[in-house]
């Protein structure tokens, strides 16, 4: 059975994360949705919030399964005996941040593999600090996420 995590923070999930779990269930049979609780990140939202938005999300789809973490991903990914990370990438810029990570991931768990996806073209310029931004200033970010997460919003 083909597995990987797709780790993040998702504060909150954004359309472009949610491109990219659909389209990774294309190539893995599961996919852990590994929710960082990263306070150094200072989220906007708690850990369970995010797992929850998440989960309403990705109700309906099969193979899929989320779970929070604190810690170092290869942790993670050995607690969990999976070898394969998901990696979105919008930019240049999130390519070298994102190539350092990989190289450090395989410093500390050699059998650990990165797959970078790229969002379709129309979420590319999604990031969850653009929604946050967006929110504290009370504008409306239904276009870049997903109902469920509008509707959790609202609430």
């Known amino acids: 059975m083909r597995r990987a995590i797709y780790p993040g923070t998702f504060d909150p999930l954004t359309n472009g994360h949610l491109n990219i779990i659909k389209r990774s269930l294309n190539i893995f049979d599961e996919v852990v ?7 150094e990140k200072k989220p906007m939202f708690s850990l369970e919030s995010r797992v929850e938005m998440i989960e309403r999300s ?9 779970k929070p973490f604190t810690g170092l991903l290869v942790e993670f990914a050995k607690e969990n005996s999976v070898k394969n990370v998901i990696r979105g990438l919008r930019s240049n810029a999130d390519f070298e941040y994102e190539l350092q990570l990989s190289y450090a991931n395989r410093s500390l768990y050699g ?19 653009i929604v ?17 997460v509008q509707e959790f919003i609202n609430r």
């Open 33 to 39: 949705i590994g929710v960082a609780y990263s306070p």
């Open 58 to 66: 990705l109700r309906g789809l099969s193979g899929i399964s989320v």
């Open 111 to 129: 059998d650990m593999e990165t797959v970078y996806l790229m969002p379709e073209i129309d979420s590319s310029f999604i990031s969850s600090s």
């Open 132 to 148: 946050r931004s967006i929110l504290k200033h009370n504008g409306s970010v239904a276009h870049l996420v997903p109902d469920e």
